[in-house]
């Protein structure tokens, strides 16, 4: 059962990830889809709807705090760094990957678009402070590595 959601969810990923990539933008109906699935997995997992309104809790809790760090260095620098739809799939993403396993996520998409920055860098030339960076396609890829080592799939 969990080997089909898994499927789904990397289905679900690539999807956002070439949205992203093509549009800059990850559509709502993507994140909802990818909240839904993992409520769906939750309930199928027989977790429970104590760990299912405990997960739900903290993807609020995150959605919050990104959208206040989005807000914060908007006001800072004038400059959108992380889009809304950014902040979404980051709280879709809580609901599958628990806050013990969520610091490990951060750092797989941040360290995968932080690779991919310098690389791009140094392969096309300085980039500006006016590129644009879609950062679903490294969310999407922390959300395929993250999970399942939380499931004991690996």
């Known amino acids: 059962m969990t080997l089909a959601f898994f499927g789904v969810l990397v289905a679900l990923c690539l999807r956002i990830a070439v949205v992203d990539l093509r549009d ?12 839904l699935l993992a409520l769906c997995h939750l309930a199928a997992a027989g977790r429970g709807a104590e760990q299912g309104l405990g997960r739900l809790a903290f993807a609020v809790a995150i959605a919050l705090a990104f959208a ?12 959108i760094g992380l889009g809304l739809g950014d902040v979404k799939m980051i709280a879709m993403a809580a609901l599958w990957i ?4 969520f610091p490990l ?11 991919f920055v310098l690389a791009n860098s140094a392969i ?15 969310l999407a890829f922390g959300l395929v590595t993250v999970w399942p080592i939380q499931e004991n799939l690996w």
Not at 124 to 138: I, K, Q, Y
């Open 68 to 79: 206040g760090f989005r807000w914060l260095h908007h006001s800072r620098s004038g400059r």
């Open 24 to 35: 800059l933008r990850i559509p709502d109906r993507l994140n909802l889809a990818l909240g």
């Open 124 to 138: 096309a030339g300085m980039m500006s402070r006016e590129t644009r960076t879609p950062f679903g396609p490294f």
């Open 105 to 115: 996520f951060l750092f797989v998409a941040s360290a995968g678009g932080l690779v």
């Open 98 to 101: 628990g806050p013990l396993h």
